[in-house]
């Protein structure tokens, strides 16, 4: 019987083959060997169009090596592909465009605004959103500041805290500016008058470089660090929305963000929480809450988008236990979980998609089964028909 095979699609983050996520393919291999489910990993880049082979990147267990092989289009597909300003995310849109018809575990999640816009349809997820304006002038920037005390301004494709800009009204009038550049770099905190905001924004191309401004919740620990939640939604093995796990994120000094890769820090969701609210009924309310909010969010969006398999969705919690929306990734990573040191919420991360990706292709291979009995039947109709005397 032919084992099913699922293919990882990523990026080449540099020209010498570097992947980001290589130790998590590793993980995924050896994870998928056992449940009897090959894996292979590949970028648009080893696809021969011609062919419609694939020079795939196989990970072998037992030596803990890679090799390069030609082979077939999987079964099923796995897009790991994060947004890139390089050449290689014009041909993953080729890709995509070609093989669009494939089967994949996951459709691309448009731009932060676009989300936030159809999340804004639905009154039942209003009261999470943080009010966000898509920035078309620095005006626009100037109006948020004037109906709220704390303004982000983020770039609708970034990640992992890139081009963040805090802006924080105080008390004397004056604007408090901190952010990280593209590289992820700190820039340096500013103290500056409303008058003179226009021209520190200019560098930044708020509007060719695609922002919106989002309203800030007081997120600030005692310690001063801002810190946030990471809650990853997955499909189980059933094809069905479960919260696989949520735990908290704490920035590094003199960050505006919980990233860890901007050097922040993990620490479980109960701890976190229970320091912060210093209410522990009203903890288990919060969590309930979230975990109720992170499937239907999860549900909605695929019923908007199309099939997806996972999403993590980054949660501010105000001092009163008010749950913020703050933004939805559909690539999401899960070190936090190993960080937070919740082994098995980790293990379970990395194992449920492969889980759904055998459950999704028995669906398909019981529903082949189905359309072939159909027409055998309809044959045999057919057959009885032209053998009726009566």
């Known amino acids: 019987m032919t084992q099913p095979v699922l293919g990882i699609l990523t990026l080449y983050l540099n020209e010498a083959g570097h992947l ?84 994949f575990l996951n459709r691309p999640l448009r731009n932060k605004w676009t989300i936030h816009r159809i999340l804004s349809k639905e009154p039942v997820y209003r009261t999470y959103l ?6 078309e002038d620095i005006s626009d920037v100037s109006d948020m500041i004037r109906k709220y005390p704390l303004v982000y301004l983020k770039p609708i ?21 901190q952010g990280r550049d593209q590289a992820r770099r700190i820039v340096s905190p500013q103290h500056i008058t409303a008058s003179k905001l226009s021209s520190y924004l200019i560098p930044w191309h708020l509007k060719s470089n695609r922002y919106i401004a989002q309203q800030g919740i007081q997120i600030k620990l005692a310690s001063g660090r801002v810190h946030d939640y990471r809650m990853l939604v997955q499909k189980n093995g059933e094809g069905v929305w479960e919260v696989t796990g949520c735990a908290g994120r704490i920035g590094a000094a003199g960050s505006i963000t919980s990233n860890l890769h901007g050097g922040g820090h993990a620490a479980t969701m109960s701890a976190l929480l229970k320091d912060w609210l210093r209410d522990e009924t009203r903890v288990s309310q919060v969590k309930e809450e979230a975990e109720q909010l992170g499937v239907s969010i999860a549900a909605y969006l695929e019923r908007n988008y199309g099939r997806l398999c996972e999403l993590a969705l980054d949660l501010a919690i105000d001092r009163k236990g008010g749950i913020w929306l703050l933004e939805v990734n559909p690539k999401p990573a899960r070190e936090v979980f190993a960080q937070a040191g919740e082994k098995e919420v980790y293990r ?43």
């Open 157 to 177: 494709n970034g990640t992992g805290g890139r081009g963040i800009l805090r802006i924080q009204k105080g008390k004397d009038g004056q604007l408090h500016i």
């Open 130 to 135: 943080p009010a966000t304006k898509y920035i």
């Open 348 to 390: 379970k991360a990395i194992i449920r998609p492969l889980e759904y990706a055998l459950w999704l292709y028995n669906q398909k291979k019981r529903r082949r089964f189905k359309d072939k009995q159909a027409a055998v039947s309809d044959v045999r109709a057919d057959y009885d028909d032209e053998w009726d005397f009566d």
């Open 20 to 103: 980001e996520e290589r130790s998590i393919y590793q993980k995924m291999t050896a994870a998928g060997r056992k449940l009897g489910l090959s894996v292979f990993v590949f970028t648009p880049k080893d696809v021969n169009y011609t062919l419609n082979r694939i020079h795939a990147l196989f990970y072998h267990t037992e030596t803990n090596s890679w090799s390069r092989k030609w082979t077939a289009f999987p079964h099923m597909i796995y897009d790991r592909c994060r947004i890139q300003r390089t050449y290689r995310f014009d041909q993953l849109l080729k890709f995509r465009s070609r093989y669009g018809h494939l089967t």
